[in-house]
């Protein structure tokens, strides 16, 4: 089992920038891979950004590329989400998920582990 708590949410204005942490407890999970997905209201989980535990490899949603950047902790067992240029848009619940899987997916029913989320607001 393997437990998620993120953290890092708030209130930003447009073109600022937040940093949200994904801290894990439990079963660890070298070989697995984390995702952040984000969930706006009234709207589908989508996917954000996904890192392999091993290799560090990394996948991006079109929508955030060169503007996200995901990486991880392997120490701390903590994964990371460096949001920059933050949009009106950007505004959802963020979530931080494990896939017990070395290759990476972007649909949520892919992943087996959620945390409870954090809410990042980006005011015009």
């Known amino acids: 089992q393997v437990q998620l708590v993120e953290s890092g949410g708030g209130l930003v204005q447009t073109g600022g920038s937040l940093k949200l942490s994904c801290a894990a407890s439990g079963r660890t999970f070298n070989s697995y891979v984390t995702g952040w997905f984000r969930q706006a209201l009234g709207k589908e989980r989508e996917f954000v950004a996904a890192i392999s535990w091993f290799g560090g490899i990394t996948s991006y949603a079109d929508s955030v590329k060169g503007r996200f950047t995901i990486s991880r902790d392997n120490a701390k067992n903590v994964v990371y989400l460096q949001m920059n240029s933050l949009k009106p848009e950007d505004t959802s619940t963020y979530y931080c998920?494990?896939?017990?899987?070395?290759?990476?997916?972007?649909?949520?029913?892919?992943?087996?582990?959620w945390g409870q989320g954090t809410q990042v607001t980006v005011s015009s």
């Open positions: 998920a494990v896939r017990r899987s070395t290759s990476h997916a972007s649909s949520p029913v892919e992943y087996d582990y």
